[in-house]
Structures are given as C-alpha cells and as structure tokens.
C-alpha cells in the first residue's frame, strides 16, 4: 500500500504563489504516473495536472495551464505542483494520487492511492 501526504497548503492573496508537495511511503511511486486534483465543497473532486512516470509528459486542466507547474523527483518520491498567479476561484482541498495506467490521460478511477489533501485558500 502507497501512502501519501500533501503539504504546502496555506491561505494567500489574489496573484500570489505556492508550491505544494506529495511524499510518497509505504511502496515507491517510481514506475507511477502521478496526478494532482482539488475539491471545493459540495462539488465533485477535479482533474489539475498529472505527469507520466518518467516526468516526460505532463497533461493541465484547461483552468490551471499556463499558471500550475506539476514535477516530481523520483530519488525523493515526491511529486510537487507549483501554482503561481492564484486566483479565488482555486480555493480547494488538493490531493494527489496514484494511477497504474502508464500515460497522463488516466480516468478518475484508475488513480487507486489517494493522500488526505492540503487546504489553499486564496483570498479575493
């Protein structure tokens, strides 16, 4: 079993930036693409950004390209996104996770390891 945990989150203002992490334990997430998602309450969990294994190929939510990097560091087994020009509407619990399909256009439910989520929080 993977576990994961998110940190990084934290409450900014209009235009600022974070960068948050995944560290994964338990089993290595190296063979893995890797997937980052948010949640706003009342709302189903959304697609932001996934990247391959390798760290070759990384696939955005339309919302998100341009603003959010995602990277990882296999050594480290971690995964990170970087989210610059924030907007209120980011305003979500993020979550990584993991999938076993090999490519960045994996559906929901193939990611079968999930972490509990970091708070962002974007003031207007």
């Known amino acids: 079993q993977v576990q994961l945990v998110e940190s990084g989150g934290g409450l900014v203002q209009t235009g600022d930036s974070l960068s948050l992490s995944c560290a994964a334990s338990?089993?290595?997430?190296?063979?893995?693409?890797m997937g980052w998602f948010r949640q706003r309450p009342g709302k189903e969990r959304e697609f932001v950004a996934s990247?391959?294994?390798?760290?070759?190929?990384?696939y955005y939510s339309d919302s998100v390209v341009g603003r959010f990097t995602i990277s990882r560091d296999n050594a480290k087994e971690t995964v990170y996104l970087r989210m610059d020009s924030l907007k209120p509407e980011d305003t979500a619990v993020y979550l990584c996770?993991?999938?076993?399909?090999?490519?960045?256009?994996?559906?929901?439910?193939?990611?079968?390891?999930w972490g509990q989520g970091t708070q962002v929080t974007v003031s207007s």
């Open positions: 996770a993991v999938t076993q399909n090999l490519g960045v256009m994996a559906r929901i439910d193939e990611y079968v390891y």
């Open positions: 338990g089993q290595t997430i190296s063979g893995n693409s």
């Open positions: 990247i391959s294994r390798s760290g070759s190929f990384c």
